[in-house]
T-cell receptor, first 117, second 109 residues
Framework: GAVVSQHPSRVICKSGTSVKIECRSL??????MFWYRQFPKQSLMLMAT?????????EQGVEKDKFLINHASLTLSTLTVTSAHPEDSSFYIC?????????????FGPGTRLLVL | SQQGEEDPQALSIQEGENATMNCSYK?????LQWYRQNSGRGLVHLIL?????REKHSGRLRVTLDTSKKSSSLLITASRAADTASYFC?????????FGSGTRLLVRP
């Protein structure tokens, strides 16, 4: 149990385009989902926290108009990188918390590698 | 800085040896969680220790927590080549995880 998937696993796009990344909890209902960004050989930086049916809470320094987060259901959250630029190239990872299994443990998706040309 | 610190940043040991990684954090916490990450992959949850616990075991893993020093350690006993990965601690504070900088562990066969 406690499986989180992400799609796509890799994406290459041109500068100026928008990219949507999906995060799904496959076998549990995720009351809260988190989006992280990770640069090579560095730690995970929390970008935002999203609760189902409400607006996401962004961390300081993260542009909410640049990184649009939607958490429309208890099993799906999406991150859209709008007007992507090369500096947005990174590894994006989502995680999910589910009430039924363990409200405190976050289960992570496999990540999405974004390359903006 | 959002992050805590982990040391060492990198650790290379021989298979069969024990590996110890340390983590420090900055705020009060509800719990602390340890994860491993293989290169280019997501994080795999290893163990969670609550703020009122001092030590916890899971298989070959032993975690300690010292809230007075705001630090935790992860011990992997009898290491295997398959344990090669990066290890991160995540401090659960205000219902979100703040991650340390990670330790890259290499277990030589």
């Amino acid at each position: 149990g406690a499986v989180v998937s992400q799609h796509p696993s890799r994406v290459i796009c041109k500068s100026g385009t928008s990219v949507k990344i999906e995060c799904r909890s496959l076998d549990f209902q995720a009351t809260t989902m988190f989006w992280y960004r990770q640069f090579p050989k560095q730690s995970l930086m929390l970008m935002a926290t999203s609760n189902e049916g409400s607006k996401a809470t962004y961390e300081q320094g993260v542009e909410k108009d640049k990184f649009l987060i939607n958490h429309a259901s208890l099993t799906l959250s999406t991150l859209t990188v709008t007007s992507a630029h090369p500096e947005d190239s990174s590894f994006y990872i989502c995680s999910a918390e589910g009430r039924q299994i363990s409200g405190e443990t976050q289960y992570f998706g496999p990540g999405t590698r974004l390359l903006v040309l | 800085s959002q992050q805590g610190e982990e040391d060492p940043q990198a650790l290379s040991i021989q298979e069969g040896e024990n590996a110890t990684m340390n983590c420090s954090y900055k705020t009060s916490i509800n719990n602390l969680q340890w994860y491993r990450q293989n290169s280019g992959r997501g994080l795999v949850h290893l163990i969670l220790i609550r703020s009122n616990e001092r030590e916890k075991h899971s298989g070959r893993l032993r975690v300690t927590l010292d809230t007075s020093k705001k630090s935790s350690s992860l011990l992997i006993t009898a290491s295997r080549a398959a344990d090669t990965a990066s290890y991160f601690c995540g401090a659960d504070s205000s219902y979100k995880l703040i991650f340390g900088s990670g330790t890259r562990l290499l277990v030589r066969p």
